[in-house]
């Protein structure tokens, strides 16, 4: 019986990856800019570098169950990762049958948020939890959505893309969907910073610690959140406006599904209080009465990128 199986989580910007055992311990975890490559195979190529001396460390690749992957569309049926709007790699890409090739071992992908909220169901704070929403805000805005104990995946495998939906009808252009108003746009990192380019020009006025960030481009959600605690308009604003947006798409996935929590995780959760509140106010604002006061709002327990590490290794422990 193998002892360990790698999980490797495709984000827009990084890519983390592990070898995890059978007791949901990751033994040893790095990470690669995901867009620095030009090519798959490359990316690729840079993976097998860095994994390789881990996988040697713990026996070789006999030792290993397979690889789990989450990633930005990624299809559990096909294996493909088709038409990811956060990643340059363009069209559909056979990434599980190219890592088999390359590792030599099985290799399984699903939705890189997805595999996130089976890490959160199997190690997280959704253990024993049949019916909730995971919702990663990184530089995009993925969800994974369990109902009955078990993954939506629809009927090609692409259900619960729920940072694509409409929340503002006609409102800020994605420039990687071509939408306009979709959650993503808004509630993302990504997102977070053109809300503070956008305030920021409409209220020139005002004065901001931000715009010393704008200089050199380096308005970033980290530096709006430090603006933010030390008592900055804007970027209180700014948190304002998007905890707004996404409570009101949560209220909307709450009468959809019915869901006893919803988690969230992903970088733009370390603002805490300051994006957690004005989400909650919104979320129950927009909620009808017999769905008020019910669904859990809460923080991914797990270490940020473990959940979906974990999650992705998951993929291939059923044998």
């Known amino acids: 019986m193998a002892d360990f199986a790698i999980g ?37 190529d840079d993976l097998h570098a860095k994994l390789t001396p881990m996988i040697e460390k713990v026996g070789g690749p006999s030792k290993f169950t397979g690889i789990g992957i989450g990633a ?18 363009r069209g559909i890409i056979p990434l599980a049958k190219m890592v088999s090739e390359k590792f030599g071992l099985k290799v399984k992908l699903t939705n890189d948020a997805n595999a996130a909220a089976v890490g959160e169901m199997m190690y997280g704070c959704a253990k024993g939890m049949k019916h909730f929403i995971t919702i990663t805000l990184g530089t995009g805005v993925g969800s994974g959505i369990v109902i009955d104990g078990k993954i939506v995946l629809g009927h090609d495998g692409f259900a619960g893309e729920l940072g694509h939906t409409v929340i503002r009808h006609g409102g800020r252009l994605h420039k990687g969907t071509g939408l306009r108003g979709s959650l993503e746009s808004y509630a993302s990192a990504t997102g977070v910073r053109e809300t503070a380019l956008e305030l920021l020009s409409a209220n020139p006025q005002t004065e901001s610690l931000l715009r010393d960030y704008t200089i050199n481009d380096l ?52 603002a805490g209080d300051l994006i957690m509140n004005p989400t909650r106010q919104a979320m129950e604002d ?11 709002l809460m923080y991914s327990e797990l270490k940020e990128a473990d959940a979906a590490i974990l999650g992705a290794s998951a993929l291939v422990w059923e044998e």
């Not at 984000?11 to 090519?39: A, W």
């Not at 930005?72 to 340059?88: F, M, R, S």
């Open 72 to 89: 930005p569309n990624g299809n559990y049926y096909t294996g493909n990762i088709e038409y990811a709007a956060n990643l340059k790699w």
């Open 8 to 44: 490797i989580d495709i984000g827009g910007t990084n890519t983390k990856f592990g070898v995890v055992d059978r007791h949901g311990n990751i033994l040893e975890q790095d990470r690669v800019l995901t867009n620095e490559h030009e090519t798959v195979q490359e990316f690729i």
């Open 219 to 270: 308005i970033t959600s980290q530096t709006v959140y430090e603006c933010a605690i030390k008592g900055d308009k804007i970027a209180n604003d700014i948190f304002e406006f998007t905890g707004q947006i996404l409570g009101e798409a949560l209220a909307n996935f709450v009468m959809f599904s019915s869901p006893e929590a919803i988690i969230l995780f992903g970088g733009l959760t370390k």
């Open 286 to 296: 927009s909620l009808i009465q017999v769905f008020k006061n019910k669904v859990k």
